[in-house]
């Protein structure tokens, strides 16, 4: 018997639990906000960062992992963040909050300058150790998120999936999601053979995110 791909990431030994924990026990602080790529903050260590469709809880999810309720802005207004937001996590690591796509309700211009950029910054950054792909644990893998995977395949850059929401699905429709989700990585070779249930609104998966990033760091 083959094991499943895909499984889901296994709760952090306790030496790893640690690892995260100081990590993110350090200070978080908000660098700056990018809206062209000359604007990047020297590469000068090494970032992750978190992509996803509008909505699906990128902000919330830097909140969770850094503790710090409104230091990346969350908002139920599909994109609210509207610029490469970098902020520090401790002195060797920047999280970077990145702007939704597949958010049609502003100017095109708009949308196709953030797109633009999103897409420059996720195949250009050379100390992007991870790109985190957020997807909605009630919805899945939507057409605009294989863009954005086949992207990040071409780049080179390993992506992780991470599954958001997860207190608002029923634990039958998130296993259907999951499968959906695991038929589509398993079509990317830069996908990460691990995907992360999270909540930050009832803090699931936080702990595993944090040592993931961890030991990336
Ligand atoms: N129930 C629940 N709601 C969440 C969770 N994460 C985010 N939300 C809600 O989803 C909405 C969008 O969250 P954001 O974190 O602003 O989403 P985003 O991906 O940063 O959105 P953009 O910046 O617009 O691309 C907010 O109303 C959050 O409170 C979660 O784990 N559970
Ligand atoms: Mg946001």
Not at 27 to 34: C, M, P, R
Not at 40 to 64: H, M
Not at 158 to 177: E, Y
Request: overall charge positive; hydrophobic content about 40%; proline content about 6%.
């Amino acid at each position: 018997m083959t094991a499943l791909p895909f499984p889901l990431a296994e709760a952090p030994d306790e030496i790893t639990a640690e690892r995260g924990r100081k990590l993110f026990a350090g200070e978080s602080v908000f660098v700056k906000g990018v809206v062209a790529m000359s604007g990047l903050p020297p590469a000068d260590r090494l970032e992750v960062c978190f992509a996803g469709r509008s909505n699906v809880g990128k902000s919330s999810l830097i909140n969770a992992l850094t503790g710090t309720k409104g230091l990346a802005r969350a908002s139920n207004t599909p994109g609210r963040t509207q610029e490469i937001n970098y902020f520090t996590q401790g002195p060797d690591l920047f999280l970077v909050d990145l702007p939704g796509y597949g958010y049609a309700n502003a100017p095109v211009p708009v949308v196709e300058k953030w797109q633009r950029l999103l897409k420059q910054y996720l195949s250009g950054r050379q100390t992007l150790r991870r790109a985190f792909v957020l997807i909605d644990a009630r919805h899945g893998v939507k057409p605009v998120d294989e863009e954005i995977m086949t992207l990040l395949d071409t780049s080179a850059v390993t992506f992780q999936a991470v599954l958001t929401k997860a207190d608002k699905v029923k634990a039958k429709d998130r296993d259907r999601v999951l499968n959906q989700v695991r038929g589509v990585l398993a079509k990317h070779p830069a996908a990460y053979p691990e995907i992360v249930l999270t909540s930050s609104e009832k803090g699931d998966g936080i702990a595993t995110l944090r040592s993931i990033i961890a030991t990336l760091a």
